[in-house]
């Protein structure tokens, strides 16, 4: 068998068994993965891990979220699915990133068709609420992104206090972003589009939230943390961290 047609096989098989039920998740995580209305999105599923990474949050049906800056609604889909008709899903967009992202703001704005407890709200970056107390506010790839000229810039300790606000009492703030080198804090958000793992985590919990733990499925050891993440050589393949941060009860 010539490489190409071995490649062939491999993904095939790799599609497979990603499109599995995995025994130890929640049904509803299952059935929110095998959602056919997905589309393209499951093609993705292999690298992006939506599955650990949804029972990681905690999220289950009638729960309230929020998808902070969803992009082109990858997780908000299958939030949507899980949380189901009793639940409610917030696509939130700051002012500043919706102007940069229209055509994804667009996306989103369609998803209701599809998934009716989807609402989407574009608000300025500083002013951060919905309408419901939220159970769970998750944010991917994008909490690096509040300090950055284009976003006014923002400070993220802003963000943190009113994610917080906006939390029921118990409810959690996860966050996954691209790591930057330890002790770099805000200095790669721009250049790099990364940021320090221990700084988010002081950030965060200097808002008042205590740290919850962690996941590691998206942590990739061979990145050195000095590539922008849009580099062919490393993008798709960053280094993430996955923090989860609760509201005292």
Avoid at 12 to 33: E, H, M
Avoid at 198 to 221: C, H, I, M, W, Y
């Amino acid at each position: 068998m010539n490489r190409l047609a071995s490649f062939v096989v491999l993904a095939a098989c790799g599609f497979a068994f990603a499109a599995q039920a995995d025994s130890t998740l929640p049904a509803y995580v299952n059935a929110a993965i095998a959602d056919k209305a997905r589309g393209d999105d499951a093609n993705a599923d292999a690298r992006r891990k939506p599955a650990d990474l949804m029972s990681f949050t905690g999220v289950k049906p009638g729960d309230t979220v929020v998808d902070l800056i969803p992009g082109g609604g990858y997780f908000t889909r299958i939030f949507a699915k899980i949380v189901g008709p009793a639940g409610h899903v917030y696509a939130v967009w700051p002012e500043a990133y919706a102007k940069e992202d229209a055509e994804d703001v667009a996306a989103t704005q369609k998803l209701s068709a599809t998934y009716p407890n989807i609402s989407v709200i574009i608000q300025p970056a500083d002013q951060f609420s919905v309408p419901a107390k939220a159970d769970v506010v998750w944010t991917s790839q994008n909490y690096h992104d509040y300090p950055d000229k284009f976003m006014g810039p923002t400070d993220p300790v802003i963000l943190d206090k009113e994610v917080l606000a906006a939390l029921k009492p118990g409810g959690v703030f996860v966050v996954v972003d691209h790591a930057a080198e330890a002790g770099s804090g805000l200095r790669d958000t721009e250049k790099l589009h990364r940021i320090d793992p221990a700084f988010v985590k002081t950030q965060v919990t200097a808002a008042g939230f205590s740290f919850d733990g962690e996941s590691d499925v998206l942590r990739n050891p061979a990145d050195d943390h000095t590539l922008l993440v849009f580099k062919k050589e490393i993008r798709g393949h960053t280094d993430q961290f996955a923090f989860r941060f609760r509201k005292p009860s």
